[in-house]
């Protein structure tokens, strides 16, 4: 059975920073593209960022590109998504999932076969 936990969701203020974890069971993140999700309320879930298998690439959504970080972390089969520099506009409930997909489709999300439950992230300004 596949699990995906997210946690380190919270309010932080507008310029802060969190770090939100992805602990995965059932399958070794390595062997996946793993992708991290958003969504505000009122709007459609949005792409953030996904590393491919073996984690040696790694694609950002434009509008969190050089704020946020994605990493992994083998031994413990979890990722991480580091935001920095905070907005209002980043408040949202974050997911991880996993995808068996082709990279070059990392960003549709009909196409990720297992997700967590959801962190919820708020940005007060």
């Known amino acids: 059975q596949v699990q995906l936990v997210e946690s380190g969701g919270g309010q932080v203020q507008d310029g802060g920073s969190l770090k939100l974890s992805c602990a995965v069971t059932g399958v070794r993140i390595y062997d996946y593209i793993m992708g991290w999700f958003r969504q505000a309320p009122g709007k459609e879930r949005e792409f953030v960022s996904a590393?491919?298998?073996?984690?040696?690439?790694?694609d950002y959504g434009d509008s969190v590109k050089a704020r946020f970080t994605m990493s992994r972390d083998g031994a413990k089969n979890t990722v991480y998504l580091s935001m920095n520099s905070m907005k209002p506009e980043d408040t949202a409930v974050y997911y991880c999932a996993v995808s068996r997909s082709p990279w070059g489709l990392r960003r549709r999300d009909s196409l990720y076969i297992y997700w967590g439950q959801g962190t919820q992230v708020t940005v007060s300004s």
């Open positions: 590393t491919n298998r073996g984690g040696g690439t790694t």
